[in-house]
């Protein structure tokens, strides 16, 4: 569904990426996992195609998604037109909207898609919380309603391929293993995700595959069942 | 009954301000960015007014009467201007913004583009000043000793209808939760599927337009147009839309008006050259109560 080739970036001089390649299978979870600054979110950022200040710019390689190259798309295309949607890292909700605008927004490109209404009641299935605070204005919510909200409105783009940056990041463990729980139902239902992740014990029991990352390479992949057996990797990432 | 006079002079004054007022406040609470040409956009406005009227009624093969002459030159006046600020946009602000420029750079920029409106059409059109045609037969109402001239009630409406109809814009439609989603982070846009620069150019567009609008008529209620008629009036607007809270729209439409006001009360009952003294001391002390403008709030909402 997703092959990125040997991809480069860099935001301005500095390079962050040097030269990852990885694929998704459609139905697939798959895991980024890598310390700070490994070049995870930019990853994530350069297959959105997201533009600078903000997001890198991809130097070298190539990225495909259903044998299409990303290159030459604009990032509103790659949502509207592509539908792979991303939760940013720190979740960049519209914090002067309410809960009910936020949902709203990313249904602008649906204009005559009969479905968006039945969607939005899913959301509010999904996260219970979102639907309790429809009509308050977004940035009175807590952090894990907060995240809750910015996966619910990646979904309303209604995305085939899902990008997730740091979906933990703040969270209590208990709103954390259901947030992943929340995305493995997700993905039961039919959605392609990539996780990128810090949490790597977290992530590797999810996900069907992973990548470890380390300074803007890829150090190891392969089955999840195998990088959490790998010695190596316990030592370096799942602390011991 | 002479008070009475001077408040509806304030509330011609103030619909001047207010017009103004709201494409600086639309253009920051969109970007961020003082858009400092904004107030040459509205001399823009007032020429393009000249230019459209003059070709309209001069032509005899058209053969339209001052009202249609007058309904065309407004939707007419208020389309080019857009153009212009659309133009202006298009080849100054989004190159910076593309190269993530510095927001001190842009408002230089923004001063420049001002300067080079100014300086462009004295160039292009010289110095003479110009007078834009009649186009609205003069009525004087007199409501019980007070004069008011058909022209003075069409300037207030206006600039109420224009301000109730961005405040539903920007509240009620999807262009405007677009806009106030950029206010609060420009960077997740994209990420719903809406392309950033479809916002930032219906901002500029509907900005420069209701500048024009208002360039239009001032022109029409002080008939002689100069190259820098933009600039005091545009500083004035300005200010007005930061005393009223810059980002808000019912900030930039309140300052205008009292702005207008506390101008002309002062020039009513004090020697004239007091007038800016005053009116600016006025604010001063506005802002030193309170920083963030009338209806401003620190950090949260913009628009």
């Known amino acids: ?240 | 009954m002479v008070i009475v006079q001077h408040f509806v002079n304030a509330l011609q004054w103030g619909s001047f301000y207010a017009l103004i007022a709201l494409g600086y406040t639309l253009v920051y609470g969109v970007l961020s960015l003082i858009n400092f040409a904004h107030g040459d956009i509205f001399m823009v406005g007032a020429y393009i007014a000249f230019f459209v009227s003059t070709a309209l009624l001069a032509s005899d093969s058209f053969g339209l009467s001052h009202f249609q002459a007058l309904s065309l030159t407004i939707p007419l006046t208020m389309l080019l201007t857009s153009c212009v600020g659309m133009t202006l946009e298009r080849i100054a602000y989004r190159p910076l913004r593309r190269k993530g420029a510095h927001r001190l750079y842009v408002v230089i920029t923004a001063l420049m583009c001002g300067l080079v409106l100014e300086n462009g059409n004295l160039a292009l059109l010289g110095a003479s000043r110009r007078t834009l045609p009649e186009m609205l037969d003069k009525v004087v109402y007199n409501i019980g000793g007070i004069a008011v001239t058909n022209l003075k009630i069409g300037v207030i409406f206006t600039a109420l209808l224009v301000f109730v109809a961005l405040q539903y814009i920007v509240t009620r439609t999807r262009m405007g939760m677009a806009m106030r989603a950029v206010s609060w982070d420009k960077f997740a846009l994209p990420l719903m599927g809406i392309a950033l620069d479809r916002v930032i150019v219906f901002t500029f567009v509907m900005g420069s337009g209701i500048a024009g609008l208002g360039g239009m008529l001032f022109a029409m209620s002080y008939p002689v147009l100069d190259p820098y008629m933009g600039s005091m009036v545009g500083w004035k607007a300005f200010i007005a839309a930061v005393v009223g809270g810059i980002g808000d729209i019912r900030g930039a439409f309140l300052g205008g008006f009292l702005l207008a006001f506390v101008e002309i009360m002062v020039a009513a009952f004090l020697p004239s050259t007091f007038r800016d003294l005053f009116a600016f001391t006025v604010l001063l002390l506005i802002m030193w109560q309170r920083p963030t403008g009338i209806f401003g709030a620190p950090q949260t909402t913009k628009i």
């Not at chain 1, 899913?122 to 605070?133: A, M, T, Y």
């Not at chain 1, 940035?139 to 909200?149: A, K, P, R």
């Not at chain 1, 992943?180 to 977290?202: H, M, S």
């Open chain 1, 1 to 240: 569904m997703l092959r990125v080739e040997n991809i480069f970036a860099s935001y301005g001089k500095i390079e962050a990426v040097h030269g990852i390649s990885f694929h998704v299978d459609e139905g697939e979870i798959v895991t980024l996992i890598g310390a700070n600054g490994a070049g995870k979110s930019t990853t994530l950022k350069a297959i959105m195609r997201l533009v600078p200040p903000g997001a890198p710019v991809l130097t070298k390689g190539d990225i495909f998604f259903e044998g299409r190259s990303l290159l030459t798309v604009e990032p509103h295309n790659v949502v509207a037109k592509l539908l792979i949607a991303l939760v940013p890292e720190g979740r960049h909700i519209f914090g002067n909207l309410s809960v009910l605008e936020n949902l709203i927004l990313p249904t602008w490109t649906r204009k005559n898609d009969p479905d968006v209404p039945m969607d939005m009641e899913r959301i509010f299935e999904l996260f219970p919380r979102l639907g309790e605070r429809r009509n308050q204005r977004s940035d009175t919510l807590s952090g894990g309603e907060q995240q809750m909200l910015a996966v619910g409105r990646a979904l309303m783009t209604k995305c085939r391929l899902l990008l997730l940056d740091e979906p933990s990041m703040g969270l209590a463990p208990q709103l954390m293993y259901e947030m992943f729980r929340t995305l493995k139902k997700l993905n039961e239902g039919g959605l392609t995700i990539v996780v990128v992740e810090q949490n790597a014990r977290l992530a590797l029991q999810v996900a069907d595959r992973g990548y470890v990352l380390d300074t803007g390479e890829i150090v190891a992949e392969g089955p999840c069942a195998a990088l959490l057996d790998d010695p190596e990797i316990k030592k370096i990432y799942l602390g011991g």
